[in-house]
T-cell receptor, first 113, second 111 residues
Framework: NAGVTQTPKFRILKIGQSMTLQCTQD?????MYWYRQDPGMGLKLIYY???????DKGEVPNGYNVSRSTTEDFPLRLELAAPSQTSVYFC????????????FGPGTRLTVT | GESVGLHLPTLSVQEGDNSIINCAYS??????FIWYKQESGKGPQFIID?????DKRQGQRVTVLLNKTVKHLSLQIAATQPGDSAVYFC??????????FGDGTTLTVKP
């Protein structure tokens, strides 16, 4: 199993541009999550999904959108990128709810200038 | 509000010594408490968790202690090795599908 994969690994955006961060898992997990991690800080939950077709907001959802059309994929969309969205983004999946047994991808480092 | 925090941002230990990383939490309703290890440039990796109705759980070279009276969580690493150098996060599962992470403690193991 590849586990959780994320693309791209790095990206530089200009203010106002949009992009989609891709996340795919091959473990047939129902739960998927998007976090952002600012330098020297912990992870903040952006959005999560408990199954295909179901998404919900986390702690810091403003400026982001998600969709979950399949069990495997959970893309994160940034509209009108702002410097405050400069961060490392992690996708994770879990066979159950909550932080137990969450499996993280390698992250996407995003810089907005 | 909900918060999970760590007492010390950095910890330096000698190889072979035991390490203790602490965490304070504020939400008494949390179901699980989890420790993650994050190596440089990688995503967090699950180490061990403990359910709220337990006070101690042991894994391979690691032990997690939960003191609900003072809302304190600790991770003990026995015989710390250079490969244990990383940032350690505690996380708190407050609701199904949501979790709250602390800011992390950087553990440095000196050879």
């Amino acid at each position: 199993n590849a586990g959780v994969t994320q693309t791209p690994k790095f990206r530089i955006l200009k203010i106002g541009q949009s992009m989609t961060l891709q996340c795919t898992q091959d473990m047939n997990h129902n739960y998927m999550y998007w976090y952002r991690q600012d330098p020297g800080m912990g992870l903040k939950l952006i959005y999560y999904s408990v199954g295909a077709g179901i998404t919900d907001k986390g702690e810091v959802p403003n400026g982001y959108n998600v969709s979950r059309s399949t069990t495997e994929d959970f893309p994160l969309r940034l509209e009108l990128a702002a410097p405050s969205q400069t961060s490392v983004y992690f996708c994770a999946s879990s066979p159950s709810g909550g932080a137990r047994e969450q499996y993280f991808g390698p992250g996407t480092r995003l810089t907005v200038t | 509000g909900e918060s999970v925090g760590l007492h010390l941002p950095t910890l330096s230990v000698q190889e072979g010594d035991n390490s203790i990383i602490n965490c304070a939490y504020s939400n008494s309703a949390s179901d699980y408490f989890i420790w993650y290890k994050q190596e440089s440039g990688k995503g967090p990796q699950f180490i061990i968790d403990i359910r709220s109705n337990m006070d101690k759980r042991q894994g391979q070279r690691v032990t997690v202690l939960l003191n609900k009276t003072v809302k304190h969580l600790s991770l003990q690493i026995a015989a710390t090795q250079p490969g244990d150098s990383a940032v350690y996060f505690c996380a708190e599962n407050t609701n199904a599908g949501k979790s709250t992470f602390g800011d992390g403690t950087t553990l440095t193991v000196k050879p």
